[in-house]
């Protein structure tokens, strides 16, 4: 039995905990998800695309893990119930979320040359999304006793790093529902933190270096470490926020961000 088989059956971070992933059909979702089930997870993945969706879960579970993938968009509150049913009902509860989904925009540039579409789909995707996950989630966990929640934020969130304006403010906001949920339900045994995180090499970014070869450069000229972060770097750090080892970790926004917020 190779070294993973024996990580999914045997002990780790997340052993017998059910988790929701969103955005997983690729990036730091889809290596959440990789990473969660090798420390143990059962995972409810969700994202528009069935295709990659399926052939995540078909690979999770060739590899002895245990996954289930609910086809969804987060900006509908239906397709988030779903999902959210989908962890009950093959798993028998919902220990943890990785609220991961988000948007950055289709065009960079000065606030009044963007598009009023990017502003709505930027502000749909990471405020409303993380809005409905929050709201499904947390009946689940407040019935079980216990819940972790983890929302991906980025260093935009405390920061204008260049980014588009609208995702600057939509993080912003992503902070503001952390520490909103946090407080509220901290008495109830779940904690809710968010990852900063920094640019990181994912699909959306690939797409906008490809059309602007100089954003290559741009995006991590600021940073202590001049280099974007692979998935796994930052999917590690939503796992120990996930996990019992963070147990006194809520309301908190750990920085996953080469060093930008420290410079």
């Known amino acids: 039995m190779d070294e993973r088989v024996s990580r999914v059956r045997g ?22 998800a990789r990473l969660f089930t090798d420390e143990g997870a059962a995972v409810v993945v969700m994202a528009r695309r069935e295709n990659e969706l399926k ?10 893990g245990q996954a289930a993938c609910s086809v969804g968009d987060v900006t509908r509150s239906e397709d988030v119930d779903r999902a959210v049913a989908t962890a ?10 990785f609220n ?6 289709s065009v960079f540039g000065p606030l ?32 079980a006793g216990h819940g ?23 993080k912003h906001a992503v902070l503001g529902l952390t520490k909103a949920a946090a407080a509220e339900y901290g008495a109830h045994g779940i904690r809710v933190n968010s990852l900063v995180v ?21 995006f991590v000229a600021r940073q202590i470490q001049r280099r974007m972060a692979a998935p796994q770097e930052v999917a590690e750090a939503a796992l120990w926020l996930l996990s019992d080892r963070s147990s006194f970790a809520t309301g908190s926004h750990v920085a996953v961000d080469g060093g930008i917020l420290a410079v």
């Not at 009950?88 to 979320?97: H, M, P, Q, S, T």
């Not at 972790?148 to 995702?167: D, R």
């Not at 920094?198 to 741009?218: D, F, K, S, Y």
């Open 11 to 32: 002990a780790g971070l997340l052993a017998g905990k059910t988790v929701m992933i969103t955005g997983a059909s690729s990036g730091i979702g889809a290596a959440a």
């Open 55 to 64: 052939e995540l879960v078909l690979e999770i579970e060739a590899s002895g």
């Open 88 to 97: 009950v009902e093959r798993f028998g509860g919902l220990d943890g979320a």
């Open 100 to 105: 991961n989904a988000g948007y950055a925009g």
């Open 148 to 170: 972790a929640v983890v929302n991906t934020a980025s260093s935009a969130g405390l920061i204008a790093t260049g980014a588009p304006s609208p995702y600057v403010a939509a």
């Open 198 to 218: 920094g640019t990181t090499r994912t699909e959306m970014i690939n797409a906008a270096v490809e059309a602007e070869p100089a954003l290559e450069e741009a």
């Open 112 to 143: 009044h040359e963007l598009p009023q579409e990017d502003f709505d789909r930027i502000m749909d995707v990471n405020v409303r999304g993380t809005w409905n996950c929050l709201r499904s989630q947390i009946p689940v966990m407040l019935a």
